[in-house]
Every structure is written in C-alpha cells, then in structure tokens.
C-alpha cells in the first residue's frame, strides 16, 4: 500500500504546474488592496532595508516569514509582479501538498486526491494563491501541523505550528485549541464512553497526553519572541495603536461578536459554493454507507473529526471575536478540512460519489466569476481582477493627461499613484487624500477643492444590482455600526459636489471607476505651471 502512494515530490510537482497555468493570466497584474497597502511595502523594505520592522508603512506587527520568502525571491530572481505571484504560488502548491498529505493520512489517497482538488478549486484559496498575503501560508503550515500531531511526530509538531505562527499570528490559534481539546481528556472518567473521542483512548496516564500538549505550546515562544523585538523597535506589541483598536478593541461588543460569528460559520460551511458541499455531505449521511466486498466503505475516525472539530470551532468564535474586516480569508486553516470531512462522507455513502465531487468542483469554478447577490470582498474571486483593471485603466489615463495635477483619491488609489513600484503609474502623483466617496467625506473635501485639479473617484466595496437585503435598512445601519460600512456616491454626485465633470469612467461587473476634472480654469491654469 505505501508504494502505490504518489511521492510528495511529484504531488508537489504537478500541483504547481497545474495551478501556475490556472493563474498564468494573473501573474503579470499589478499588487492589489492590502497587497499594495502593507504586504509589499514590507517586504521591499525587509529587502532593500533589511528591517524586519517597516518603515515605509504603519507596522501592523505581522510576523515576517511570508515577507522574507518574497524578499528573497526578489533578491534571486527580481522585483516584479510575475516574481511574487510566482513564489506565491510554491507556497500554496506546498499548502496543498499539506492538504494531500492530511487527507490521505486521516482517509485514503482517493479522498486525499478529490480533498485536494476541491480545495484548490475553492474560490478562495484559489483567489489567494497568487496574492503576495500570509493567510495562505499560515494554513498550508497548519495542515502540516496537524498532520504531524495526528502521526504523533513531537518535534515536526512544534517545528511545523511555530513556522504558521511566524507566517501569521493567528495560526497559534490551531495548536491552542489541540492544547485545549488534549486538556479536556484530563476532566473525563477514565474508561468511560466519552474517552473514545480522543485520539488515544487507552491512554490512562498524564505523562503521555503531557507529551501531547507540549510539542503545542512551543510555538508560542518564537511568537512571544517576535513580538517582544517588535516591542523594543517600535514601543508597542500588537501592531501600532489603530490596527489594534480597529481589529480588537472595536469587536468586543456582544452583538457584533453574534453577527460576526453567523457570517463565521457561513464562511466555514457555506461560503462561494461551500454549501454544495456541506448540503451533499448531510444529504448523503441521511444513506447507509456502501459496502464493497461485504464490508463498509471506512470513514474518517471519530477521534480525528473531533480534532479536526475542534480547530473549525476555535477559528469560527476566535475570528469573530477580532478582526475589524471579517475577510473569508482568515478562514483557510478551517475549510479545508471541513472539505476533506464531507468528500470522505461523500465517498463512504455514495457509489458515484467522484460525479458528486465533480458537481462541486464545477460549483466551485463557477463561484471564480459570479459574484454574489451581497456584498462580498473582491478578493475572494476574480472581482479582484476586475478591480485592478479599472484601477489600471483610470490611472493611466490620469497620468497622461494631468501628469502635473494634485489629484484628490482614497486608499489603496493613493498609494498606487504615489508609488510607481506597485506597477500602476511610470512616476509618482501628487495625492490629496480622503478616507472614502461617502457624502460625508466628499463633501468635506469640496471644501478644499483649490488643494486639487483632478479625483480619482472609485467603488471601494462590491455591491451588487440587486442585493439580497437591499430593502433591510436595519441591515444597512447595523454595517455600518459594526463593520465600517459606507456608500460610495456615483461618480456623477461626486462630480457635481465637487464641482467639475466626469472626463473617464469605466465599469466592471459592480465594481467602476472614474476621473473627475475640476472646472475652475484658474486651477487648470495653476496646475499646469506648477513645477
């Protein structure tokens, strides 16, 4: 049995092959959202700096293993986008091979290969593969964890949760619930039914589960350890005072922590086509398993399901709990293994069950382009695409018309107009900055408006033409209380507030963009002498 398994060289292999063609139109796009907003800015000062701490962005105390990796790829090969995406790619190539590696140790290779698959086809971890962020990263390492822990594997245990905490904090989160589901052994009567929920049922002794638990707390000290030299360089631990206030302190309210944790375990189960999978998976529960050759078709032990359980459950309520934006993508360390739980049910009850797969994994394409009847983060399918196009579009049509003007934009716009490296101008732009196009903000900008020539003006949300809730003001009130929520004003209010025209615009699938000039001509005049 174990020579008919694939080598994890050649799993490796094809895995990047396949999705490194699957992503080779999107290699060359230029860095996108929080890509443009911290991620890259880091690692370009990590490599020309050689700073740990960034100095060219408000440090949000990330740990910096996914930047180094990228810094280093820069330093071998070059600075580009294709370079980037490129060893992005190894890294979710690897995170599969994590995936693999899990199902066909909790399952067999035939659900390793489908789990994988599926995965990989999930809208966002597919979305992400490419993108130059640690979420990915911070999962592929913790299915390596996991698998480790399962095998019983102390010192891979440790080695592999201490590299997903130094890819992204909140992978302790992963070893911390195994700590605490390992803990609760300790609080059932020995020999009774509730033991069999373990891993190790027969085990009695504290010394054993004891030898269980350390290999997981020792991730926290290289994270202790990066924290405390982020504190003697910068004068704070977790990130500076606003990325703290807007991730943790805004989120501890009862009821946001309720709303949050709905869309939590939506993001874990049903999220981008999820739901075809999860209603497949309870579906086929409701049939008694195949049997093949008098014997019935193996399912995923119950011990690794509590497990695996164990780890959805603490990322669900965690990521609830913080996280000002409540991004799917700070979900990846739990889907994947809700996937890998409903293809084996799939497989235990089914007799056709790779058509079933097949369904889902056709559902899961799908979600690539269609975007959802809510507001959803571009950044879970190739809205994202769409996004960095129009910015291209509307960008490079400001600067070969006002290469000279003062242009008034938001976030991520103004970073990329003033930062020719993150590929959307050729020279930098004079920015004059607001916080978004709500009526609010652009009507406060009106009242500066000699500061600038020209707006860049642009949708900084998805929304959809026909929303689900759009006759639900509650809902609306209740985003913005609790989520940042705002409208963004049409390009033509805006013009017309600010007082100029709309000289440009472009649409996408939801999603524009538009150039606003000014029409005072002593402005015009003033612009174009200005050194």
Sequence with gaps: MRSSRPHPAIVFAGTFVVIFLLHLPLLQLPYYWDEAGYYVPAARDLLLGGS??????????????VLAWIALWWKCVGYAP?????????????????????????????????????TALYSVFFAQSSLAQVDLAAAGLTFWGLCAFLEERSVAVAIWFS??????????????????????????PKGGALRKLWIDPATESGGRVSKRILPLMLPLLPLALWYAYHWSRTGYVFGNPEFFRYNVAATLNPLRFLLALVLRIWQA????????????????????????????????????QMVFLAVVKVYVVAMALIGGAVLARYMLPAVPLVIIVGVSTLRRRLRYWPAAVGIVAVAFIAAWFWNPPYGFSPEDNLAYRDSILLHQDGERYLEARYPMAHVLTAWPASDE?????????????????????SLEEVLSA??????????????????????LLDRWQKWDEVKRRFFGYHRDLPAEAAARILGGRVVFSEERKGQWVAVIEMEQDEIQNAALQRP
């Excluded at 003033?418 to 607001?434: D, E, M, S």
């Design 269 to 304: 189960f049903g999220y981008m086509h999820l739901w075809v999978l999860t209603l497949g998976m309870l579906l086929a529960m409701l049939l008694p398993p195949i049997k093949d050759s008098g014997t019935e078709r193996s399912r995923i032990a119950i011990p690794v």
């Design 82 to 118: 294709v370079v980037t995406r490129s060893a992005m790619l190894m890294v979710a190539a690897f995170s599969l091979l994590g995936v693999f590696r899990l199902a066909q140790r909790v399952a067999n290779t035939q659900v390793a290969i489908a789990s994988t698959l599926s």
């Design 446 to 467: 009106a009242e500066f408006r000699s500061h600038f020539e020209v707006a860049l003006v642009f949708s900084t949300k998805y929304e959809p033409m026909h929303p």
């Design 417 to 437: 107009l003033a930062r020719p490296w993150l590929g959307y101008t050729t020279r930098p732009v004079q920015v004059v900055r607001i916080e978004d196009f």
């Design 52 to 65: 740990l701490i960034p100095h060219t962005t408000v440090s949000n105390a990330h740990p910096p293993l």
């Design 163 to 188: 590299l997903a905490a130094l890819a992204k904090e909140t992978a302790i989160l992963a070893p911390a619930a195994l700590v605490c589901w390992e803990s609760l052994r300790f609080f059932t």
